[in-house]
Every structure is written in structure tokens, then in C-alpha cells.
């Protein structure tokens, strides 16, 4: 196999940075494969080369392989990672940058195939006797069959896209009365955003946790995992906040899920960087899907185990990187992520474009911030919201949510509105507090956005000073913008 010099990357915003930073640590060059709406962010900035693969809308420039393919040749690079979203979890495009001779920073085409795919998956892991949802997924798709399968498995049930992914393309069933025209809606919508209308059935669960396993296959093909992350603060079925590890799990339980996401990994012939998902039920669990790629949540897994988990990608990738019997991995402390999203939570997270003025991530031990935009950059609606990702560590789970509360409160961005007293609101509820939180745990508290509270607005003032005084002290750049509360962060 060849050596790997030059990394194209086949993404944008903070993930696009974050495989920048890995490579230049590892004495690599990078070239990113952008749109022409991207031009204004870090990544664009930091790398070593840019290539416009074409305008902002996705289907012709980051869901164009071609393009990729075509930019990636040009710039003579010799691998493409694909970070996460887009082409990442694509077997046709992993399969396009084999034959065009480029290493696929990823699992194998097969591997992909196997487990990126939720029915394929589903086969796998019925034969292998793991825990499955009970469900539906033949290959009989007309309505009644359905809405008799959905009888069968008793209301209330979930309709999936067999094709979707991000949360998208699901619909709750809870009677025979309203099935058919839900599940012909699920098809109709299946087919227009993701090119097939196959759905498959699977039995609601109404109070479950997210857990999931960070999984890795070594050079050779060795599955480990690195431990659990809890992800079952979420809206719209996406994940808003995550944490490891789970504080949900006994050891027993841990040990038992941790097994089975292993099994899985090595029956799908897993190498490289995974994700084996599950829903937690009274104490116990389902297998829900594998995501082949790197995790928005990846992060909280490296500040606990302690490892870098794009690096290891990379190294892999070029057939360098193997587990030793040293390498178990204990997790220690306790870290939460929380993605900042541009949108104004108190009109329910109506999403928010703009161009960033100053921003300021507090310095602390063991904070993290994963951030796609510098001062001056347009947010603009061609893409996703997230514009960053807050990261911290502490000892113990009270703590890091101590942490991450006031690490919050610090945080200053203007020009753009940010769920962050959202997320402060969240952090605070004692049923996150005490760990209790389900997959309807928003639904159930914040199922109208945020409402703006003398509580939830108090330390406003204390960031405007820090404002004022970082930029008349001269040590950081004087913003654009005259009126910082004009741009507020905050939807004040
Ligand atoms: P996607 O591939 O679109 O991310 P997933 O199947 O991974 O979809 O599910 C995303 C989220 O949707 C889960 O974390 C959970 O909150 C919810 N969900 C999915 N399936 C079920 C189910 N059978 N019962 C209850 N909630 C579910």
C-alpha cells in the first residue's frame, strides 16, 4: 500500500479543521475540497491547499463524488477523509476513491456495505443472535403488508427510511387507524430524500436511552472498543448533547453491550474508526445501527480514554497503526459535549445566518472547543447549523457539568444568534442533573424552545464587561461590528 503525504478533505466547518490538525500533527499536508460558499472559514484558511469543487447547494459540490474524486486527483493528494455527513458513510464513493488509487480514510467498501446499510446490518445481527428491536423489514412493501406487520408488533411503532439517516425520515405510529397514511407519507418522503421508498417497521420505545459504543478495527483487523457515550439529549431525533461515559450503565451492562458491539465490528470485518449504536430500555438494550465513520460526538471519547481518534484514523488508513496487549484503555473522568448551533432559542430554534463577529472560547484546563468560523466569516442556510462544538472534562460527572455550564456562560459570539442559553437550561435540569434523561427527555421539557426568563437571561451583563474589556485592553481584534448587543448572541 502506498504512504499517505497529502489528506484531501471531503468536508467543511469544524470537522474539516479538526482532520487539518491532525494531519499537520502528523507532519501531513492537506488539501480541502471545498464549495464556493465555503471560502470564508478555518478550514479554508488552515489548509495547506483549497480546491473549489463546485457552488453551495451539496448535490454539486460536497455530494458530488466525481468532483471530489476528480479535485482530489488534481491536488495529488494520495487519501480523502471524508469526516462525517456527506460522502462519509457512502460505499460508492469509498469505492470511487479505491479505483481512482485513493486511500479511503474510512472502513472498507465492504464493511460499509455490511454495516452502513440498516437492513444488511439487521440481517447480520439476526443471524448472530444479537439484540435487535423487534420489527419489520421484508422485502414486501406494499401498505397493507406494513400496517399488518405494524399490528403484529403493537402500537406504538416507528417507521423508518431504510435509506435515511441524521434523524431524518421517521414517522411514530400509534394506531391501525392512522397507519396507512403515515407509512405511504414515509415512503413519499423516503423516495425524495433519499432515493428509495423501502421502509422497515421497528416497535417504539418510549423511554429509552441513547447509548452507543465507540468501536475501532487496528490495521490488522482487531476490534476494540473505547467505551460507551450517552447521546439521549436529543430534538428531532439528533443529538444535541453527549457524554462519556454513559452514567447509565452498570458494569455489567457495560461489559455486555460492549461485547456485542465488538461482535458486530467483527463480523462486518470492521477496521478504522466506528459507532455501534443502542437503545436502553429497563435495563435492556437493542441493537439500533452502526454508523461507519467518524461521530460529531467523537471528542468525549478521546478526552476519557485519552487517545486521538483522527490520528489513529489516518494511521490505520495507512496500514500503521495496530493495538498492542498494552493498549486497554480505562476510561477516566468524565466529559460532555455540547454542539452550538446558529439559531435563536427563543423562537425555537429558528435557524440564524450572519456574519460572526467576536467570538471568545474561555481558556481553562481541559476545555475544548471544536470551532469552524472566525471572526468575519459568513454563517450562511446553505448548510447544517452546527457551527461548534464545546468540549469539556472534569473528575466526575457533577463537576464537568459545573464545568461546562460556566464554560458556557463564558463563551461570547456575536453577530449570530446560539442555542447556548438553551443548552445552560438543559445542563441544568435536574433530570440531566441526575442522569435519568431518555430520548424524550426535550419533548418533555423543552418542547417549545426556550422561554426568555429574568433566570435564564441574568448573566448577560457579566459577558457584555468581559466584552468591553478584552477589546479596549487591545487583546483581541475590535470587531466589525460597532454594537456588539446590535448582533447579540443571545436574541436579547
Ligand atoms: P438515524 O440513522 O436517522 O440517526 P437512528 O435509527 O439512529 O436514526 O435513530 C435516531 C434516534 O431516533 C435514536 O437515537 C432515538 O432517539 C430515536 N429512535 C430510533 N428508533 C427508535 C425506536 N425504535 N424507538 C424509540 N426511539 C427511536
Request: with cysteine.
Given at each position: 500500500?502506498?504512504?499517505?503525504?497529502?489528506?484531501?478533505i471531503?468536508?467543511?466547518?469544524?470537522?474539516?479543521?479538526?482532520?487539518?490538525?491532525?494531519?499537520e500533527e502528523?507532519?501531513?499536508e492537506?488539501?480541502?475540497?471545498h464549495?464556493?460558499?465555503?471560502i470564508?472559514?478555518?478550514?479554508?484558511r488552515?489548509?495547506t491547499?483549497?480546491?473549489?469543487?463546485?457552488?453551495?447547494?451539496?448535490?454539486?459540490?460536497?455530494?458530488?463524488?466525481?468532483?471530489?474524486?476528480?479535485a482530489?486527483?488534481?491536488?495529488g493528494?494520495?487519501?480523502?477523509h471524508?469526516?462525517?455527513?456527506?460522502l462519509?458513510e457512502?460505499?460508492d464513493?469509498?469505492?470511487a476513491?479505491?479505483?481512482?488509487?485513493?486511500?479511503?480514510?474510512?472502513?472498507s467498501?465492504?464493511?460499509?456495505?455490511?454495516l452502513?446499510?440498516?437492513?444488511?446490518?439487521k440481517?447480520?445481527?439476526?443471524?448472530?443472535n444479537l439484540p435487535?428491536i423487534p420489527?419489520?423489514?421484508?422485502?414486501?412493501?406494499?401498505?397493507?403488508?406494513?400496517?399488518?406487520e405494524?399490528?403484529?408488533?403493537g402500537?406504538?411503532?416507528?417507521?423508518?427510511a431504510?435509506?435515511?439517516?441524521?434523524g431524518?425520515?421517521?414517522?411514530?405510529?400509534?394506531?391501525?387507524?392512522?397507519?396507512?397514511?403515515?407509512?405511504?407519507?414515509?415512503?413519499?418522503?423516503?423516495l425524495?430524500?433519499?432515493g428509495?421508498?423501502?421502509?422497515f417497521?421497528?416497535?417504539y420505545?418510549?423511554?429509552?436511552?441513547?447509548?452507543e459504543?465507540q468501536?475501532?478495527?487496528?490495521?490488522t483487523?482487531?476490534v476494540?472498543?473505547?467505551f460507551?457515550?450517552?447521546?439521549?439529549?436529543?430534538r428531532?431525533?439528533?443529538?444535541?448533547?453527549?457524554?462519556a461515559?454513559s452514567p447509565?450503565?452498570?458494569?455489567?451492562l457495560?461489559?455486555q453491550?460492549?461485547?456485542?458491539?465488538?461482535?458486530i465490528a467483527t463480523?462486518?470485518?470492521?477496521?478504522?474508526?466506528?459507532?455501534?449504536?443502542?437503545?436502553?430500555?429497563?435495563?435492556?438494550f437493542y441493537?439500533?445501527e452502526?454508523n461507519?465513520?467518524?461521530?460529531?460526538?467523537?471528542?468525549?471519547?478521546e478526552?476519557?480514554?485519552?487517545?486521538?481518534l483522527?490520528?489513529?484514523?489516518?494511521?490505520?488508513?495507512?496500514n500503521?497503526f495496530?493495538?498492542?496487549?498494552?493498549?486497554i484503555?480505562i476510561?477516566?473522568?468524565?466529559?460532555i459535549?455540547?454542539?452550538?448551533?446558529a439559531?435563536?432559542?427563543f423562537?425555537?430554534?429558528?435557524p440564524?445566518t450572519?456574519?460572526?463577529?467576536?467570538?471568545?472560547?474561555?481558556?481553562?484546563?481541559?476545555?475544548r472547543?471544536?470551532?469552524?468560523?472566525?471572526e468575519?466569516?459568513?454563517?450562511t442556510a446553505h448548510?447544517?447549523?452546527?457551527?461548534a462544538?464545546?468540549?469539556?472534562?472534569?473528575?466526575n460527572?457533577?463537576?464537568?457539568?459545573?464545568?461546562?455550564?460556566?464554560?458556557?456562560?463564558?463563551?461570547?459570539?456575536?453577530?449570530?444568534?446560539?442555542?447556548?442559553?438553551?443548552?445552560i437550561?438543559?445542563?441544568?435540569h435536574?433530570?440531566?442533573?441526575?442522569?435519568?434523561?431518555t430520548?424524550?427527555?426535550?419533548?418533555?421539557?423543552?418542547?417549545?424552545?426556550?422561554?426568555?426568563?429574568?433566570?435564564?437571561?441574568k448573566?448577560?451583563?457579566?459577558?457584555?464587561?468581559?466584552?468591553?474589556e478584552?477589546s479596549?485592553?487591545?487583546g483581541?481584534?475590535?470587531?466589525?461590528i460597532?454594537?456588539?448587543?446590535?448582533?447579540s448572541?443571545r436574541?436579547?
Amino acid at each position: 500500500m502506498k504512504s499517505i503525504h497529502r489528506v484531501a478533505i471531503a468536508n467543511r466547518g469544524e470537522v474539516a479543521v479538526r482532520i487539518i490538525r491532525a494531519c499537520e500533527e502528523l507532519g501531513l499536508e492537506t488539501v480541502l475540497l471545498h464549495s464556493d460558499a465555503d471560502i470564508d472559514s478555518r478550514a479554508y484558511r488552515l489548509a495547506t491547499k483549497t480546491i473549489c469543487i463546485g457552488p453551495a447547494p451539496t448535490a454539486q459540490s460536497y455530494l458530488n463524488i466525481s468532483a471530489n474524486i476528480d479535485a482530489a486527483l488534481a491536488s495529488g493528494a494520495d487519501a480523502i477523509h471524508p469526516g462525517f455527513g456527506f460522502l462519509s458513510e457512502n460505499a460508492d464513493f469509498a469505492q470511487a476513491c479505491e479505483d481512482a488509487g485513493l486511500i479511503f480514510i474510512g472502513p472498507s467498501v465492504e464493511a460499509i456495505r455490511t454495516l452502513g446499510d440498516k437492513m444488511t446490518f439487521k440481517a447480520l445481527a439476526k443471524k448472530a443472535n444479537l439484540p435487535l428491536i423487534p420489527g419489520y423489514e421484508g422485502s414486501d412493501q406494499s401498505v397493507e403488508t406494513l400496517v399488518a406487520e405494524a399490528e403484529k408488533i403493537g402500537f406504538p411503532v416507528i417507521v423508518k427510511a431504510a435509506a435515511g439517516g441524521g434523524g431524518r425520515g421517521m414517522k411514530l405510529l400509534t394506531s391501525s387507524s392512522e397507519a396507512k397514511d403515515l407509512i405511504e407519507s414515509a415512503q413519499r418522503e423516503s423516495l425524495s430524500a433519499f432515493g428509495s421508498e423501502k421502509v422497515f417497521l421497528e416497535k417504539y420505545l418510549g423511554h429509552a436511552k441513547h447509548i452507543e459504543f465507540q468501536i475501532f478495527g487496528d490495521s490488522t483487523g482487531h476490534v476494540v472498543h473505547l467505551f460507551d457515550r450517552e447521546c439521549s439529549v436529543q430534538r428531532r431525533h439528533q443529538k444535541i448533547i453527549e457524554e462519556a461515559t454513559s452514567p447509565s450503565l452498570t458494569d455489567e451492562l457495560r461489559r455486555q453491550m460492549a461485547e456485542v458491539a465488538c461482535t458486530i465490528a467483527t463480523l462486518g470485518k470492521y477496521k478504522n474508526a466506528g459507532t455501534v449504536e443502542f437503545l436502553l430500555q429497563d435495563n435492556k438494550f437493542y441493537l439500533l445501527e452502526v454508523n461507519t465513520r467518524l461521530q460529531v460526538e467523537h471528542p468525549v471519547t478521546e478526552e476519557v480514554v485519552g487517545v486521538d481518534l483522527v490520528k489513529m484514523q489516518i494511521l490505520t488508513a495507512a496500514n500503521n497503526f495496530v493495538f498492542g496487549n498494552k493498549d486497554i484503555r480505562i476510561p477516566k473522568g468524565h466529559a460532555i459535549e455540547c454542539r452550538v448551533y446558529a439559531e435563536d432559542p427563543f423562537m425555537n430554534g429558528m435557524p440564524s445566518t450572519g456574519k460572526i463577529g467576536t467570538q471568545i472560547w474561555p481558556e481553562g484546563p481541559r476545555r475544548r472547543y471544536e470551532y469552524g468560523f472566525d471572526e468575519g466569516d459568513t454563517i450562511t442556510a446553505h448548510y447544517d447549523p452546527m457551527i461548534a462544538k464545546v468540549i469539556v472534562w472534569d473528575e466526575n460527572r457533577p463537576r464537568a457539568i459545573q464545568k461546562m455550564i460556566r464554560t458556557l456562560k463564558d463563551c461570547v459570539i456575536f453577530g449570530v444568534h446560539t442555542n447556548i442559553p438553551y443548552l445552560i437550561e438543559i445542563l441544568d435540569h435536574p433530570d440531566f442533573r441526575d442522569g435519568s434523561m431518555t430520548t424524550r427527555f426535550i419533548e418533555k421539557h423543552f418542547s417549545e424552545g426556550l422561554q426568555k426568563s429574568e433566570e435564564n437571561l441574568k448573566w448577560a451583563p457579566q459577558v457584555y464587561k468581559k466584552y468591553l474589556e478584552v477589546s479596549s485592553s487591545g487583546g483581541h481584534h475590535q470587531s466589525s461590528i460597532s454594537s456588539p448587543w446590535q448582533f447579540s448572541w443571545r436574541g436579547i
